[in-house]
């Protein structure tokens, strides 16, 4: 099975510009979450989609959004971009199951740059 | 206090010796952990999961994990170089939550030859 695929790899934006990231679940997935990763914060959760709905959301502002589509692809959008929103941005899928023991698999994330 | 904290690093050990990573968590409604090994550059990757008290082995390494203490840990059997990397704990709490996990910052290991 082909693994958690995201475009873009990298980006390079500037202040005030938004962003698009897409994420491909592994076949089967219906569970997509997003998590950002800095040398500051650690890997910090922002949100959960499963079938089309978002389940869960982390403690991020509003200029951070997402959505699913109905073959389980995800994208997460960022308005309004600021030089701390510089990171790694993961996206996980898990398989159908008993979610709460579901393992998380992990893309190769897209490296966002904000100058 | 942090959810999840990690014994800080960096960790150092010869090729060969057992690493010995440790996690410890503050939400007693846990219900699953994982460890991930993610190298520089790279993206997290699984290497096992828990979710009951005591030992699970897969090859070279062994998570432990105790509930009543609050505690999750990860042995590293004969390390080697390739064993390098930064080391996360990951726990997930209840059912309605399920699709979030809360990582800890990681310990980084370095494997010496």
């Known amino acids: 099975k082909a693994g958690v695929t995201q475009t873009p790899r990298y980006l390079i934006k500037t202040r005030g510009q938004q962003v698009t990231l897409s994420c491909s679940p592994i076949s089967g997935h219906r569970s997509v979450s997003w998590y950002q990763q800095t040398p500051g914060q650690g890997l910090q959760f922002l949100f959960e989609?499963?079938?089309?709905?978002?389940?869960n959301k982390g403690n991020f502002p509003g200029r951070f959004s997402g959505r699913q589509f109905s073959n389980s692809r995800s994208e997460m959008n960022v308005s309004t971009l600021e030089l701390g929103d510089s990171a790694l941005y993961l996206c996980?899928?898990?398989?159908?199951?008993?979610?709460?023991?579901?393992?998380?698999?992990f893309g190769p994330g897209t490296r966002l740059t904000v100058l | 206090q942090k959810e999840v904290e990690q014994n800080s690093g960096p960790l150092s050990v010869p090729e060969g010796a057992i690493a010995s990573l440790n996690c410890t968590y503050s939400?007693?409604?846990?219900?699953?952990f994982f460890w991930y090994r993610q190298y520089s550059g790279k993206s997290p990757e699984l290497i096992m999961s828990i979710y009951s008290n005591g030992d699970k082995e897969d090859g070279r390494f062994t998570a432990q994990l105790n509930k009543a203490s609050q505690y999750v840990s990860l042995l590293i059997r004969d390390s080697q170089p390739s064993d390098s990397a930064t080391y996360l704990c990951?726990?997930?709490?209840?059912?309605?939550?399920?699709?979030?996990?809360?990582f800890g910052d990681g310990t980084t290991l370095t494997v010496k030859p």
């Open positions: 990951a726990v997930k709490g209840l059912e309605w939550n399920a699709g979030k996990s809360t």
């Open positions: 996980a899928s898990s398989p159908p199951g008993l979610e709460v023991y579901n393992e998380q698999f």
């Open positions: 939400d007693r409604g846990s219900q699953s």
């Open positions: 989609y499963f079938s089309e709905t978002q389940r």
